[in-house]
């Protein structure tokens, strides 16, 4: 205590100072109106600023819950979307539910192998099965394959054993999506009728044939045309739309063939 006292009487002279200059600015600003003004708009000016630095740091800490939030709501427009594909009418509580597609996050990757898989995050405890087609914001993906409980591996366009019903945009004329190897971003739509109406330019989308995918999802644009050695149908290239190298983000359409149609092709195989 007596070490404290004799420190306050050693710097008296600069406490009454400092007091002096605080009681001095407490009747300037409080009493002159211009001053009090220019004060406060500095202070604004510096608290916002510190404002806008702190809400710059709280969203970058916050990108990856927001991007989260992001895929879920662009989930439930697919969703929507596919929907209205459909049918003239929607039944919007089934709509919004999002029930048909699973958001998933690509943990795993390859591109430059004769036959490449990827791994995505969600898996059979959040109703995933082999079968069910996977695509995201630009075109399709691929199909799941193996399912574990929080993990998926998926077979992708660019693998070997890779076949997807595919047709023209706006036509009835369907062939089989397939990938030869070498270029990741090229396919080869094979088994399209030769009288198909099909040019340079011409989108390529899934049929819908199946519950693997809904319609018209993307696929790619047509960047050549040639008869395959049969006569009978044409050999397409295809650019395709999604960049399987930059895999973010990908939707898992979880809806499962009619009962009936299935029952139906099992009496055939039978």
């Known amino acids: 205590m007596r070490s404290l006292l004799d420190f306050l009487v050693r710097h008296s002279y600069v406490f009454l100072f400092?007091?002096?200059?605080?009681l001095s600015l407490v009747l300037l600003f409080g009493f002159n109106d211009r001053q009090k003004e220019a004060f406060m708009t500095s202070a604004n000016s510096f608290s916002g600023t510190l404002l806008e630095w702190s809400s710059g740091v709280d969203q970058f800490f916050s990108l990856r819950k927001e991007n989260a939030r992001l895929v879920q709501?662009?989930?439930m427009l697919r969703d929507m979307l596919y929907e209205l594909s459909d049918s003239q009418y929607v039944d919007q509580q089934r709509a919004l539910s999002s029930a048909d597609?699973?958001?998933?996050?690509?943990?795993d990757n390859t591109i430059r192998k004769d036959d490449n898989y990827l791994t995505i995050n969600k898996g059979s405890r959040d109703g995933l099965i082999p079968g069910m087609g996977v695509y995201n914001q630009d075109g399709?993906?691929?199909?799941v394959m193996v399912t574990g409980k929080r993990y998926s591996v998926v077979l992708p366009v660019l693998n070997g054993s890779s076949s997807i019903s595919c047709k023209k945009k706006g036509s009835d004329s369907f062939g089989f999506l397939e990938w030869g190897g070498g270029d990741p971003y090229v396919a080869q739509l094979k088994d399209m009728p030769y009288h198909s109406a099909v040019e340079i330019g011409d989108t390529i989308v899934t049929t819908g044939f199946s519950s693997v995918f809904p319609e018209n999802v993307p696929v790619g644009t047509v960047a050549g045309v040639e008869r395959s050695k049969n006569g009978y149908t044409l050999k397409i290239q295809v650019n395709l739309s999604c960049d399987l190298s930059n895999l973010g983000w990908v939707y898992v359409h979880t809806r499962t063939a009619?009962?009936?149609?299935?029952?139906?092709y099992e009496q055939i195989s039978d």
Request: net charge negative; proline share 0%.
């Open 18 to 22: 400092l007091l002096l200059e605080i």
């Open 73 to 75: 709501e662009n989930t």
């Open 101 to 107: 597609i699973v958001a998933a996050r690509v943990v």
């Open 140 to 143: 399709v993906v691929g199909v």
């Open 258 to 264: 009619d009962e009936e149609i299935e029952s139906l």
